[in-house]
């Protein structure tokens, strides 16, 4: 319509599903808009004043009709919730296998890191046909990355990290959007996703010049801060043993026990004190403000390297 693209493309699995609900949506609106219109002038016609001294009746009773207009909208809303978590729930339950990549925005771009080494800046290269999980944090303030084709969207915020996932069905161009108002240039933090056939995707991944996967930057990293020093292999170290710790429980210090996710470990570098693994003194220093966003990424990543895979960690 007028060459603006009021509707974007269906490019991925959840698409379809999506747009089915909120065409309903739309739909039902449309419906009980028109109805309720329909009535308001219908009665304003009917039962108008054809007299000046003519005065109202009082109508009691009806009750068939309050049933009927309390239960029919409640069974109406019934389907709305349940097919909406229905949604909800395919698009916050990630596939087990997901192509794992992270997206650190910033004001005002987006910056993507592959585990395998790859960067880039406001451009994703993903495959067609295969779950991508995103794994999101913000350096400053907090964005939104949206991408309208695969009818995906989440508010990236920064100091945790966020995960998305959609699985691509065509090749093409796609555009990325910030939707979440950030400052000055928030219009201009856009980007594309180029979703390309595996081997394309393949020679895309074996070209440019990359200095090892992002978990080999990790481990670098590791020895670089001396990391290594405590957290040794052998638990004989003054830290705790990071070898199958990523995606399991830890007993902490007081007593409660958290999963080690992305944002565990982001934590425990930046603020080691606090969360402190039961059995271990919090004599770790505090890497806040000495490790930036993107070498946080290679740290955790090199983490879970240390893990055997299991459901949910694999990239
Ligand atoms: Cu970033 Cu709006």
Known sequence: MFGIPL???????????????????????????????????????????????????????????????????????????????????????????????????????????????????????????????????????????????????????????????????KPGTYRIFCAEYCGTDHSEMTGRVIVMEPNAYQAWLSGGAVEGSLASTGEKLFADFACNTCHRPDSRGRGPVLQNLFGRPVQLHDGTVVTADESYIRESILQPAAKVTAGFQPVMPAFQGLVSEEQLLALIEYVKSLSTPQQGSTN
Do not use: C
């Open 7 to 169: 509707f974007p493309e269906r490019a991925s699995t959840i698409a379809a599903e999506v747009d089915a609900l909120y065409f309903f949506l739309v739909g039902l609106s449309v419906v009980m808009s028109v109805l309720i219109a329909t009535l308001v002038v219908t009665f304003a016609v009917k039962f108008r004043r054809r007299r000046v001294d003519e005065v109202g009746a009082q109508v009691h009773g009806g009750l068939m009709l309050e049933i009927g207009w309390t239960v029919i909208p409640f069974l109406i809303t019934l389907v709305i919730f349940f097919w909406g978590a229905k949604v909800y729930f395919v698009m916050a339950n990630a596939p087990a296998e997901t192509l794992n990549i992270y997206v650190v925005g910033k004001q005002w771009m987006w910056k993507v890191q592959h585990t395998t080494g790859q960067r880039e800046i406001n451009e994703l290269h993903v495959p067609v046909g295969r779950p991508v999980k995103l794994i999101m944090t913000s350096e400053d303030v907090i964005h939104d990355f949206s991408i309208p084709a695969m009818r995906v969207k989440a508010d990236v915020i920064p100091g945790r990290f966020v995960q998305m996932w959609f699985e691509p069905t």
